[in-house]
């Protein structure tokens, strides 16, 4: 129970995110969009901060600090370059038809739209890699043997990421690629140990595939217009 029971515990953080998660759903419906989108990214952000700065997670577990550039360097980079062709291809069996399309062309999304985007995938990842490090530490700190939570820790952080992941999107379209951007990252994290690369995928792979989405929508709407 020493696992759970301290400020410096990553199990009393790793519970009291939940907990907060929780509050945060339920209220979410009463506020407004600019509202629900700012209280998801302070409940991903800050949270795993608190926990790190006070000594409640590892760093090198989080995958922020310690890092075998190496292994990142090498192994990592082949994996995230697979896992973004993959998205590319996707991306391009996702594009809309000539012939639904307007002679217009989409309009391309403004910088400041892009870096707001790039941020907010940051701080989901980050909370992603602080529940990976978080359930990692609690077995350890339980006495699991060393192999068994480097493997299952991904995926029981996993399955706790994945209902706050899925009821943050629009439709089925979105809820697909969140879900595929977690398992891809999830296992890039697992050979890697690796925030900033895992942040590097997670964005660029929700911008190839969640635009074409939109551009369909966009699309669809001004047939049925015409």
């Known amino acids: 129970m020493d696992a759970f029971l301290s400020f410096h515990a990553p199990g009393f953080w790793l519970v009291l995110t939940l907990l907060v998660?929780?509050?945060?759903?339920?209220?979410?419906?009463?506020?407004?969009?600019?509202?629900?989108?700012?209280?998801?990214?302070?409940?991903?952000?800050?949270?795993?901060?608190?926990?790190?700065?006070?000594?409640?997670?590892?760093?090198?577990?989080?995958?922020?600090?310690?890092?075998?550039?190496?292994?990142?360097?090498?192994?990592?980079?082949?994996l995230a370059l697979a896992a973004v062709a993959l998205a590319g291809v996707a991306r391009i069996t996702l594009l809309p038809r000539p012939h639904a399309v307007d002679d217009a062309p989409s309009p391309a999304p403004a910088l400041?739209?892009?870096?707001?985007?790039?941020?907010?995938?940051?701080?989901?990842?980050?909370?992603?890699?602080?529940?990976?490090?978080?359930?990692?530490?609690?077995?350890?700190?339980?006495?699991?043997?060393?192999d068994t939570p480097t493997y299952w820790s991904i995926w029981i952080a996993a399955a706790l990421a994945l209902p706050f992941a899925l009821l943050q999107q629009p439709d089925a379209h979105h809820r697909l690629v969140k879900g595929a951007i977690l398992v891809m990252t999830s296992i890039l994290f697992f050979y890697t140990r690796n925030f900033w690369l895992c942040w590097a995928v997670h964005a660029i792979t929700w911008l190839l595939l969640a635009q074409p989405a939109a551009v369909r929508v966009a699309s669809t709407g001004k047939s049925q217009a015409q």
Do not use: C, K
Request: proline share 3%; charged share 10%.
């Open 21 to 78: 998660g929780v509050v945060v759903l339920g209220v979410r419906p009463y506020l407004s969009g600019a509202a629900q989108q700012w209280s998801m990214a302070g409940y991903w952000g800050l949270l795993p901060y608190a926990a790190l700065i006070t000594g409640g997670i590892s760093p090198r577990l989080m995958g922020v600090m310690y890092i075998d550039w190496r292994t990142s360097l090498t192994l990592g980079v082949g």
């Open 112 to 146: 400041g739209s892009l870096a707001s985007g790039i941020a907010l995938h940051g701080v989901e990842e980050w909370f992603w890699s602080f529940l990976r490090g978080a359930v990692a530490e609690t077995l350890l700190r339980m006495q699991f043997s060393l």
